[in-house]
């Protein structure tokens, strides 16, 4: 029989980007952060984010029904250690990690700074395990430059050189 921290450390080998996902509860910025992530479909544009079903943003994801994924950027590691706190408290994001945000015209919080942004309307919501698989039609990308934040084997981690 696998135990769940066998198991933690073999999907730990997976190499993964790191993304906060971000809704507008009430007038207040709500968000996790995320690496189950990715995309589904490209007609229609889709992508799924996993989300355990004690956060308090899966609440809110079933509520609001449109979010924001934000791809990390390998400067916002505080960022996200912070949205990786169950305990945060969400007002004080810009102060303890730097955490600005500017706002689609939906509302939905826009992370400053990150390599890509995802605006997403949810389509379906599927319970697997102790985890809801979030499925969302992306209705618009924001493009940055610059390099990812990393998590592989529990450590955050930048991207290395090209292999040739």
Same mark, same amino acid.
């Not at 992508?47 to 400067?75: M, P, Y």
């Not at 590691?77 to 990690?97: F, G, L």
């Not at 389509?123 to 390099?147: C, L, N, P």
């Given at each position: 029989?696998?135990?769940?921290?066998t198991?933690r450390r073999?999907?730990?080998?997976?190499?993964?980007?790191?993304?906060?996902?971000t809704?507008? &509860?009430?007038?207040?910025?709500q968000?996790?952060?995320a690496?189950?992530?990715?995309?589904?479909?490209l007609?229609?544009?889709?992508v799924?984010?996993?989300v355990?079903?004690?956060?308090?943003?899966h609440?809110h994801?079933?509520a609001?029904?449109?979010?924001?994924?934000?791809v990390l950027?390998?400067?916002?590691?505080?960022?996200?250690?912070?949205?990786?706190q169950?305990?945060?408290?969400?007002?004080?994001?810009?102060?303890a990690a730097g955490a600005?945000?500017?706002?689609t015209?939906h509302?939905?919080?826009?992370l400053?700074?990150?390599?890509a942004?995802?605006?997403?309307?949810?389509?379906?919501a599927?319970d697997a395990?102790?985890h809801?698989?979030?499925?969302?039609?992306?209705e618009?990308v924001?493009?940055r430059?610059?390099k990812?934040?990393?998590?592989?084997?529990?450590? &955050?981690?930048?991207i290395?050189s090209?292999?040739?």
């Amino acid at each position: 029989m696998i135990d769940q921290e066998t198991f933690r450390r073999a999907m730990g080998c997976f190499a993964t980007g790191v993304t906060v996902i971000t809704v507008d &509860y009430e007038g207040t910025v709500q968000g996790m952060t995320a690496n189950a992530f990715s995309s589904v479909s490209l007609d229609p544009l889709l992508v799924l984010v996993c989300v355990d079903q004690k956060a308090r943003t899966h609440a809110h994801l079933h509520a609001r029904k449109r979010f924001g994924i934000n791809v990390l950027s390998e400067q916002q590691r505080a960022i996200s250690e912070h949205y990786a706190q169950p305990d945060r408290d969400p007002s004080r994001a810009e102060q303890a990690a730097g955490a600005r945000f500017d706002r689609t015209p939906h509302g939905t919080p826009v992370l400053q700074g990150a390599l890509a942004y995802l605006e997403c309307r949810l389509q379906s919501a599927q319970d697997a395990g102790d985890h809801t698989i979030f499925i969302a039609e992306v209705e618009d990308v924001v493009v940055r430059s610059g390099k990812p934040l990393l998590y592989f084997q529990a450590e &955050y981690r930048a991207i290395g050189s090209e292999l040739k």
